[in-house]
């Protein structure tokens, strides 16, 4: 079965610093990844997902993640956060491709002004 | 395109009653999965139905079970209610084909147990 790490529970920043978010996975055949963003009291929203092709991938609001199959990390970052940042961080792999999602435990990402 | 829509939003039930949770997916979304969120356990995927079909299945007991309409719209029930069936309940409909395809979430129902 896939599963997902995320390293750090809670990581704290200053408004306008560059932060990573880490995860790995377990290794796999196939593998699909997702980082999904949860707002206070809201549902998730995503914000960008690797199925193939480039390493590096864009998503919404300036993050990006890049695919390391030989480290088997999915880390996300984004080179100077808002306030706005402020929320917990899901990274999730596809069970084998399928509709089900493998959720690691988040990290909530604090800003400080 | 209204997004994918949760009813009720927050809900307290005593041990032991029953409980069913409804979604209404994205206009043309024919999957739909729920996960339940707990501060412990995290987010777990529970099932997801396509066309009226369960399609996968997590971990859970029995007493949670879930269907779904001709209209796609899907409903998760919770039988003998236990206090550690409190959590975010939440539902996710998706479009396209494994494994192209792209879940959107609903707010959540809040389920409290006492």
């Known amino acids: 079965a896939q599963s997902v790490t995320q390293l750090d529970s809670q990581v704290p920043v200053f408004e306008e610093a560059p932060v990573e978010l880490r995860c790995n996975y377990s290794?796999?055949?196939?593998?699909?990844l997702f980082w999904y963003v949860q707002y206070p009291n809201q549902g998730l929203q995503l914000l960008l997902k690797?199925?193939?092709?480039?390493?590096l991938v864009k998503g919404i609001n300036g993050f990006e993640a890049e695919f390391n199959k030989s480290q088997t990390s999915f880390h996300l970052r984004k080179p100077s956060v808002h306030i706005s940042d402020t929320a917990e961080y899901f990274c999730a792999v596809s069970d084998q491709g399928a509709q089900k999602l493998v959720f690691g435990q988040g990290t909530r990402l604090t800003i400080n002004p | 395109k209204a997004g994918v829509t949760q009813t009720p939003r927050y809900l307290i039930k005593t041990r032991g009653q029953q409980v069913t949770l409804s979604c209404s997916p994205i206009s043309g979304h024919r999957s739909v999965s729920w996960y339940q969120q707990t501060p412990g356990q995290g987010l777990q995927f529970l099932f997801e139905?396509?066309?009226?079909?369960?399609?996968n299945k997590g971990n859970f007991p029995g007493r949670f079970s879930g269907r779904q309409f001709s209209n796609s719209r899907s409903e998760m029930n919770v039988s003998t209610l236990e206090l550690g069936d409190s959590a975010l309940y939440l539902c996710?409909?998706?479009?396209?084909?494994?494994?192209?395809?792209?879940?959107?979430f609903g707010p959540g129902t809040r389920l409290t147990v006492t």
């Open positions: 139905y396509f066309s009226e079909t369960q399609r």
């Open positions: 996710a409909s998706s479009v396209g084909t494994a494994p192209f395809y792209e879940q959107y």
């Open positions: 690797y199925l193939s092709g480039s390493t």
């Open positions: 290794s796999s055949v196939s593998v699909y």
